[in-house]
């Protein structure tokens, strides 16, 4: 479960089997978790996160997506 980076309170990772499925990136915060897609950025489903910890860990994945590119194509290739 390769992670991406920290900060808030969010862990944003993926998995390191997933690289059948187009970029994306998980988010877990307190107990909740979300799957967000990248290209665009959209969610895909969130469980037990509140809608404020969504709309900033989408503001966060936009921060840093170049990041969460890079970091998905040194493991799943581009």
Do not use: C
């Amino acid at each position: 479960m390769p992670e991406i980076f920290r900060t808030l309170g969010f862990v944003f990772f993926f998995y390191s089997n997933e690289g059948q499925e187009p970029i994306h990136v998980h988010v877990r915060k307190a107990g909740g978790f979300a799957k967000f897609w990248i290209e665009p950025i959209e969610l895909d489903f969130s469980q037990g996160m509140r809608i404020s910890d969504i709309k900033q860990a989408e503001d966060l994945i936009i921060d840093h997506l170049e990041l969460i590119k890079t970091k998905w194509n040194e493991v799943h290739g581009s």
